[in-house]
């Protein structure tokens, strides 16, 4: 086994091939479309197959270590084989996977997340993140009475048709006045698009100008307080009380997407906002690693999932909701996460975004670094980001990260292609350490190589 960063070959840039992954792609490739399941983890040429983890560290199939600042796109806030989730889970799966009943493990994890902020009055469980937020737009048009929904610029909230409206937005369509509706996948009906208001990021004049404008049809407002692909830069108190207001005043439903940010604190992301959500749509982190989603929130609006007056408003059911595996790892991941597991995650992305940002400046390359608690996002460039457009990378810009991350990968550090990140509990500074001088490092090899292809 060998990586940049191996306890056991601390020096080392040695790495072994990587010959059974490629043959593993290959493989993929005659049987799944671009030999991938998930857009979001393939990079070029292909990405290494893992074949084991533990901690903070993935072992590929060729035997490469790899520290993981993915952690499944955030979601494996204890890292892999955590040993209390793996009691939890071989526990669970051994008394029975999955059961068309109600178990008593769901009821507890539904109890634990509600315990954690008094906007949880009740909790309905899903499959994924994506669905949380269908199933929540879905309960907030059932309650008003209102067929569309706003959301900002660029953010992302998973694959339901109508929150992937502008996700990539270019300078060429976005429009100037108000950011226009952009589809993003092909085939996307008119409709939706005429459906999705699109809001700019921390501009609160133009974005209750807008509210104000599609109010009477608006069921819902979809918000991320610190939305990733946006630039991961934290909503400002004055666009979170702006908007707060205007949707309280025109009967529009606040959604708060914690899908990510629900692990900034004990209480997810609304309080450090002093912001109080009608519904939250979370994910990720309350599944302890197995496939989850929640909506929770206000109880008149969560009672369209109820099904006992007979049909309810919103039906929702799904074959693995609420499984008792995934609720007993769920709940091993969030007991684990008390206070001080918390400040030390805090603590450690402080020090991350500290040593990050002065390494960069030691190579004098313009580079800059957001992010909050322990998520991350790198950026190559040095202009002052405050939304999606600032935060937009250039065609250079782009062309440099493209470099970057197969590089950092090949040195043994796992960023998202968008260089982003995440630490999780088992991490110390010495990992922090690493991934910053290879940071470094690798902006300078990939300035040089850009200007060596050039
Ligand atoms: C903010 C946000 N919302 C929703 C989702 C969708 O969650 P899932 O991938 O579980 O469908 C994601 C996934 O990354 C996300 O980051």
Redesign the pocket.
Known sequence: MNSKFDATHPASDRRNSTARSQALFERALQVMPGGSTRATIFFHPHPPYAAHGQGSRIVDVDGNVILDFTNN?FSAIHGHANPRIVAAVTEAAARGISFGLPTEVEVDLAEHICARSPVFETIRFSN????A?LSAIKAARAFTGRPAIAKIEGA????YDHVEVSLDSKPGNWGEAAPAGTKYARGTPDAVVGDTVILPFNDADAAVRLLEAHGSRLAALLF?PL??RVGLIPATPGFVAAIREATQRLGIVLIV?E??CFRLSHGGAHPLWDLKPDLV?L??IIGGGLPI?AVTGRRDIMEMFDVRPGKPAVPHGGTFTANPVTMAAGLASLRQLDQPAYDHLNRLGDHFRQRVTAAIAGTGLPAQVTGMGSLFRIHPHRRPVHDYRTAYPTDAEKALMGRLHPWLVEQGFLLTPNLSGALSTPMTEAEVDAVAEALAEGFAWAAAAGRAAA
């Open positions: 796109f994924s993140g994506s669905e937020v992302y909230h998973g694959s991320d939305p990733s997407d899908i990510v749509t994910g990720k989603g």
